[in-house]
Structures are given as C-alpha cells and as structure tokens.
C-alpha cells in the first residue's frame, strides 16, 4: 500500500511559478512510475505528466518522462527516491492551469530503466490534491 501526499499549490499570477511535492509512503516507492494529473471544475481528469521508477533513460528505452502538450516546455517532473518524493516544477503559468492537481503512482514491475504511463485507469494509487490557481 502506498498513500500519497502532495504540497506546494496556491494563488499565483500569470507567468509565475510552482513547485509542486508528492512524498509517498512505503518502501516500494523507487519501483513505482508517477505520474501527475490535474482536475479543472466541471471537466474531467487530465494527464500532465509522467515519469519511469527509475527516472533514467537509455538509447533505446526512451524518454523517461511524458507530458501532455498543453504543458509541454513549461512543467517538468522529477523524482528523488532517495526522499520518496516526485515534482512537478510549474513555469509560465497561465490561467487554463487552475485545477486540483495530484500525483498517482502505479505498482508496475518493469524492467530497468522502466517505463511512464499517461492513462488515468493505470495508476492504483492517488493523493488527495492540491489546489492550484492561476489568476492576477
């Protein structure tokens, strides 16, 4: 079981900045892809961004993160195992990023350097949230 914890949203103005955290609890966390999603009022549950367990990519693996194109060049996930925690750093904010965001991890068993998942019915488990607004 792993319970999941994200911190770091607030008010901010356009074109600022956020980092967002998600410390996770458990062992297992290293092995676990993350991912983050975010949810704006009266819309569904969107992909953002995703990273393998091991955060590393090779030749032939591929890129160990993903992000959705509305985010793209702006936000960046990392991973630091050793503190169990993923972020999500937020540059250029524009008002379309307000939402409830949260981090969500998957129990997958892939091989080194693993891989990342954007789908929302992939991962087993989920934070709480944190809010983010973008507004001036």
């Known amino acids: 079981q792993v319970q999941l914890v994200e911190s770091g949203g607030g008010l901010v103005q356009p074109g600022g900045s956020l980092r967002l955290s998600c410390a996770a609890s458990?062992?297992?966390?290293?092995?676990?892809?993350m991912g983050w999603f975010r949810q704006a009022p009266g819309k569904e549950r969107e992909f953002v961004a995703a990273?393998?367990?091991?955060?590393?990519?090779?030749?032939?693996?591929?890129?160990?993160?993903s992000y959705a194109d509305s985010v793209k060049g702006r936000f960046t996930i990392s991973r630091d195992n050793a503190k169990n925690t993923v972020y999500l750093q937020m540059n250029s904010l524009k008002p379309e990023d307000t939402a409830v965001y949260s981090c969500?991890?998957?129990?997958?068993?892939?091989?080194?350097?693993?891989?990342?998942?954007?789908?929302?019915?992939?991962?087993?488990?989920w934070g709480q949230g944190t809010q983010v607004t973008v507004s001036s």
């Open positions: 969500a991890a998957k129990n997958a068993q892939d091989r080194y350097p693993g891989r990342n998942y954007i789908g929302t019915s992939e991962y087993d488990y």
């Open positions: 990273i393998n367990w091991s955060g590393r990519s090779t030749s032939w693996s591929g890129s160990s993160t």
């Open positions: 458990g062992r297992a966390f290293s092995n676990y892809p």
